[in-house]
């Protein structure tokens, strides 16, 4: 059997999906942790000995606000099926196209070595 927890939480930020997966690495509790865009859901093992020190710990290192907005518990006999989470790690300021590397290493050009150099293609750096 196992107990779902969702909190709502309408982000396209995962920072706290990842905060509530490195707390439960620290704790050694087997979590499966799912954002979606209204919330985030989070399935234990109900027999899990840890869980309700676990449960407890949360409210220490999520933000209070979080706890403010809508929340739900319950029991399910199936584990639920966990959609595909596309998650992007990609920095917001990419490395140069070809075309500015191209012109910042080009010595006549006059953004010689400028730092800064960006189009439409690559962005603002």
Do not use: W
């Not at 999906?17 to 509790?29: D, T, V």
């Not at 949360?58 to 966990?82: N, R, V």
């Not at 490395?95 to 070595?113: I, L, N």
Request: hydrophobic content about 35%; some cysteine; glycine content about 4%.
């Amino acid at each position: 059997m196992y107990f779902i927890f969702e909190i709502a939480f309408s982000s396209n930020k995962n920072y706290i999906a990842n905060l509530i997966r490195a707390y439960a690495m620290q704790e050694e509790i087997e979590v499966d942790v799912l954002q979606t865009t209204d919330k985030i859901i989070m399935t234990f093992n109900k027999e899990d000995e840890k869980l309700e020190g676990f449960l407890l710990g949360l409210e220490t290192i999520l933000p209070a606000s979080l706890f403010l907005a809508q929340g739900k518990h319950y029991f399910s006999d199936e584990k639920p099926a966990q959609m595909p989470v596309d998650e992007t790690h990609l920095p917001l300021n990419i490395a140069p196209c070809p075309t500015c590397q191209k012109e910042m290493f080009d010595v006549s050009s006059r953004r010689y070595y400028y730092p800064f150099t960006s189009c439409n293609h690559c962005g603002s750096q």
